[in-house]
């Protein structure tokens, strides 16, 4: 008689990979298709706005190359520490008011921080489920 042996495997650190890449790609699809408005909001110039949208989407586009791949603790964790840098230096422009932001840019960088803090902190608690 052979006996079978049920691997349970965790996919939980490759979703929240994915998430992070979707994320990713929608901010930069919205800063690309609506930078003129953004620009207006944060007082930047538009090109510099579409600049950011298009490496948004591609770091969202390696996120979710990565993601299909193995996801390894060095990975997430680097991915966790750049979200969370991205936070601190926008915490940084808002809390010293380097450029006068229109409440709409103010709003808008709060709820991006937001989100981003919590898929940053999610990805350095998925670092455990990785052998």
């Not at 979703?15 to 930047?44: K, M, P, S, T």
């Not at 949208?53 to 964790?77: E, S």
């Not at 601190?88 to 103010?106: H, I, K, S």
Request: proline content about 2%; hydrophobic content about 60%.
């Amino acid at each position: 008689m052979a006996t079978q042996v049920q691997k349970l495997e965790n996919h939980f650190p490759q979703r929240i990979l994915q998430v992070d890449g979707i994320l990713e790609l929608c901010l930069g699809a919205g800063l690309v298709l609506d930078a003129q408005a953004i620009a207006g909001w944060l007082g930047l110039s538009t090109p510099a706005i579409e600049i950011g949208g298009i490496f948004a989407l591609a770091f969202g586009a390696v996120l979710l190359y990565m993601a299909q791949r193995n996801a390894n603790r060095n990975l997430l964790q680097i991915v966790a520490v750049l979200n969370i840098a991205f936070i601190a230096l926008t915490a940084a422009v808002l809390a010293l008011d380097w450029n006068m932001f229109a409440n709409e840019g103010r709003w808008l960088l709060a709820l991006v921080v937001d989100v981003f803090l919590v898929v940053g902190l999610v990805e350095y608690y998925a670092r455990r489920f990785v052998a």
